[in-house]
């Protein structure tokens, strides 16, 4: 389970219609503690038992059609937000 905090953040630059996933990653370059929150709390949506597809493609307004292609998509936003991958779609 996600806490609160962390799930309005990630919709707030993440949903379809507000998507800038540049801003967040400014956002947790100059937060620590919120940079931590979300490294764990990413971890869990990835999880077996994390987001399921209907939650996710609800939350987001986003068109996931399987577990696995939800669970590459939170794998390329990590490594976005954290390391150097290109900027998910």
């Known amino acids: 389970m996600v806490d609160k905090e ?5 919709l707030c630059y993440l949903a379809s219609d507000s998507y800038d996933p540049e ?7 100059d937060d ?3 940079s931590s929150m979300f490294r764990s709390n ?4 990835r999880g077996d038992e994390g987001w399921s597809v209907a939650a996710a493609s609800k939350d987001l307004n986003y068109g ?10 939170i794998e390329a ?7 150097n ?4 779609g």
């Open 6 to 10: 962390f799930h309005d953040v990630f």
């Open 23 to 29: 801003a967040l990653k400014e956002l947790l370059k």
């Open 32 to 34: 620590p503690r919120l």
């Open 42 to 45: 990413l971890a869990a949506l």
């Open 64 to 73: 996931f059609s399987t577990q696995n292609e939800l669970r590459a998509w």
């Open 77 to 83: 936003l990590e490594d976005f937000l954290f390391g």
């Open 85 to 88: 991958g290109p900027v998910p």
